[in-house]
């Protein structure tokens, strides 16, 4: 096989490579209903490694005796473009900031598809790993704080709900912590949605079940005591 397509089938690889590490992250995002899911932090992690690609390896032809490039010049400009993206997953409501974590972790796909478009494969699937890691126990974490409670709410709803919106608007994410999410579809056509929630101590789950009754596109919900 001619050398230039051994090449062309590498950055192939490589790229494949950095939106599967991608959609890991994104995977975890979505599964505690955040803003940017797998979709986002794939399309970001293969577009900062084609970046790189392009930035190392999309110039060579131009190279003479009397003409130099700098490899790292459209590599620091994607650091600066995730900037505006970041910014974008980033709310506050009221007093409270949501989207902080999402937008670091935008940030580091950003930096292993980088790496994995430089051809450093053990270490954007280390970071990859640490990022999941990182975001897996810590966010877990409240399970072990002290005087928290762990309530399960189940929800009907109908098909075209937007459940995120309704429990963003429901919820007060500050003091109360997502654990996690899952919907399944009832024979009936609406979905149940069964999500767990770790209350700290002072916090009223009533206040919870009487904001999501008044929500007309939820039939019914029910608690249960978990923790």
């Known amino acids: ?97 949501s989207g902080l974590t999402t937008s670091a972790g935008l940030w580091a796909t950003v930096g292993i598809g980088v790496a994995m478009g430089g051809g450093m494969y053990i270490i954007a699937v280390f970071a990859t790993l640490l990022v999941l890691g990182l975001q897996f126990f810590f966010h877990r974490s409240a399970r072990l704080v002290r005087n928290a409670s762990v309530e399960k709410v189940t929800l009907h709803v109908r098909q075209d709900t937007d459940v995120r919106a309704i429990l963003a608007d429901c919820i007060d994410l500050s003091k109360v912590r997502l654990q996690s999410f899952s ?21 009223e789950m009533q206040k919870i079940i009487s904001e999501l009754n008044k929500a007309e596109e939820i039939v019914a919900v029910e608690v249960t005591a978990e923790g």
């Open 1 to 97: 096989m001619d050398i230039s397509w051994m090449n062309e089938l590498i950055w192939v690889a490589r790229i494949a490579a950095a939106t599967l590490c991608g959609a890991c992250i994104g995977y975890e995002r979505e599964n505690n209903l955040k803003t940017a899911g797998i979709r986002t932090h794939s399309i970001v992690a293969l577009t900062s490694c084609l970046m790189m690609l392009v930035s190392k390896y999309g110039f060579t032809d131009v190279l003479g005796a009397n003409v130099n490039l700098d490899p790292s010049r459209i590599a620091a400009g994607i650091v600066t473009a995730i900037g505006f993206l970041g910014a974008g997953v980033i709310f506050t409501r009221k007093l409270t900031v």
């Open 183 to 203: 919907a399944v579809k009832l024979p009936d056509g609406l979905l149940e949605i069964k999500v767990f929630l770790v209350l700290p101590e002072v916090y």
